[in-house]
């Protein structure tokens, strides 16, 4: 016996990942329904070899459905949300309405698999922050070794995170500085992406730090441990899919970076590829389409005690959002809510 799934915001670049995903994993459902807005209605997304015909989220029912998981923004679930968590159906939303919410578990099944019993509260799980999602899973397993003192993290993160638009802007851009009179003004970013990197995700906050780097720093201590200290700059640059991240991380017991890249080999979802030597190290373009966070470039930090470096790098609309939400899923359904 399986589950009944609907995947809200199914027309969208997530929405059709998770589809993917469930498809790819065999993820145990009986039945999934795609939903979207009005507007959307009646279109037909792909389910593994099936299609799927959108519903108009606004008049969908929830009731006798077991898991939704939402890929929309804030607002639309805002909306929905507490609709579907009422009707007994539990909500895996990728938005970041919930994150911070201290009765809503923020949740990477890798890293903190138990706080998922807290759902029942709201009857909602949050997925974390794409550029999170990642580097925890790196965190984690040195964390239980060494305990990390502190995280100086750098991210350079794909225009994917930013949706379709963002996605057609770098193409339009990139297409138009070759043809003369064709060139295209920045309207998702607020400077071009083509062939140039953007110091700015999200908006400004009052401390100078924007709103994305906020974000990493609040779900890291959520959830591995509040006592971290993070600090975090996040960058735009010209990449379609694939968030990469240069981690500095200072630990309190002794670790160097031998003994960590023995540990990292053997933690769940991490795949170390970390040859000194030319293309001995993983880029965006080659983790697109694939589960796993990759590791690289591990060294010991010379400038301080029991501290390291490391290259992190996953496809943010994977483990970024839509695989870490089925993981969620199949984690509710093994520990929570079994069938069968």
Excluded at 206 to 226: A, F, L
Aim: charged share 25%.
């Amino acid at each position: 016996m399986g589950y009944r799934i609907v995947v809200v915001g199914a027309t969208g670049n997530v929405g059709r990942e998770l589809l993917n995903i469930l498809a790819e994993r065999e993820f145990p459902a009986d039945e999934v329904a795609a939903l979207a807005s009005r507007r959307s209605a009646g279109q037909e997304v792909g389910y593994g070899d099936d299609d799927l015909i959108v519903q108009d989220l606004e008049r969908f029912d929830f009731t006798g459905w077991d898991m939704a998981l939402f890929a929309v923004g804030s607002e639309a679930t805002k909306t929905y949300a507490p609709k579907a968590a009422a009707a007994g159906c539990v909500v895996i939303d990728n938005s970041s309405l919930y994150r911070y919410d201290m009765d809503v578990p923020l949740i990477v099944p890798e890293v903190n698999p138990e706080a998922i019993d807290g759902y029942t509260k709201k009857n909602i799980i949050a997925n974390p922050n794409c550029s999170t999602a990642q580097m925890v899973v790196a965190l984690k397993p040195l964390h239980d070794r060494a305990t990390i003192k502190r995280v100086v993290v750098s991210t350079y993160q794909s225009v994917s995170g930013s949706g379709k638009e963002a996605m057609e802007e770098l193409w339009n851009q990139t297409k138009g500085i070759f043809v003369p009179g064709q060139e295209v003004a920045p309207k998702k970013f607020t400077k071009q992406i083509a062939f140039n990197v953007i110091p700015h995700i999200d908006s400004f906050m009052d401390d100078g730090s924007t709103k994305e780097e906020w974000k990493m720093v609040v779900e890291t201590k959520k959830i591995v441990d509040p006592k971290i200290k993070v600090t975090a700059t996040c960058v735009r640059v010209p990449v379609f899919v694939g968030h990469s991240e240069a981690i500095n991380i200072e630990f309190e017991q002794p670790l160097d970076a031998a003994e960590a890249r023995d540990i990292l080999r053997q933690s769940p979802g991490i795949l170390v590829v970390d040859q000194r030597e030319d293309g001995g190290y993983t880029t965006p373009v080659e983790c697109v389409g694939d589960f796993a966070t990759y590791i690289s470039r591990i060294r010991d930090d010379q400038t301080a005690d029991n501290a390291i470096n490391l290259w992190c790098v996953s496809d943010n609309l994977r483990k970024g959002a839509a695989l870490n939400a089925v993981q969620i899923a199949e984690l509710l359904g093994r520990r929570c809510l079994k069938k069968g």
